[in-house]
Nanobody, 120 residues
Framework: QVQLVESGGGSVQAGGSLRLSCVAS????????MAWHRQVPGKERELVAV???????NYADSVKGRFTISRDNAKGTVYLQMTSLQAEDTAVYSC??????????????WGQGTQVTVSA
C-alpha cells in the first residue's frame, strides 16, 4: 500500500508562482511514472504533467513553458513548480503514481488533492 499526500496549494495572484509537492509513503516494489492532474468542478480531469522514473517529462500544451515537473526518487516525492499562473490554472491538483506492488501487480494511487486558486 502507498499513500500520496500533496501540499503547497493556496491562493496567488495572476503572474505568481506556487510549488506543489507530493510525498509517497508506504511500501511498494517500485514507483514508476508520477503525474499531476487537475480538475475544475463540472469539467473532466486534465493531465498536467507526467515524469518517468528516469526523469523524462511531458506536459499539457496549456502549461508548457510555465510549469516544471520534477521528482526525487530517494524521497518518493514529485514536485510541480508553477510559474506565470493564470486564472485558468485554478483547480484541484492531484498527484498520481504508477506503483508496482510486491505481488507483482501494477496499481495507480492518487492523492487527495490540493486547491490552487489564481485571482486575476
Amino acid at each position: 500500500q502507498v499513500q500520496l499526500v500533496e501540499s503547497g496549494g493556496g491562493s496567488v495572484q495572476a503572474g505568481g508562482s506556487l510549488r506543489l509537492s507530493c510525498v509517497a509513503s508506504g511500501s511498494a516494489a517500485r514507483i514508476d511514472d508520477m503525474a499531476w492532474h487537475r480538475q475544475v468542478p463540472g469539467k473532466e480531469r486534465e493531465l498536467v504533467a507526467v515524469i518517468t522514473r528516469g526523469g523524462t517529462s511531458n506536459y499539457a500544451d496549456s502549461v508548457k513553458g510555465r510549469f516544471t515537473i520534477s521528482r526525487d526518487n530517494a524521497k518518493g516525492t514529485v514536485y510541480l513548480q508553477m510559474t506565470s499562473l493564470q486564472a485558468e490554472d485554478t483547480a484541484v491538483y492531484s498527484c498520481q503514481a504508477e506503483v508496482l506492488q510486491y505481488d507483482n501487480t501494477w496499481r495507480d494511487y492518487w492523492g487527495q488533492g490540493t486547491q490552487v486558486t489564481v485571482s486575476a
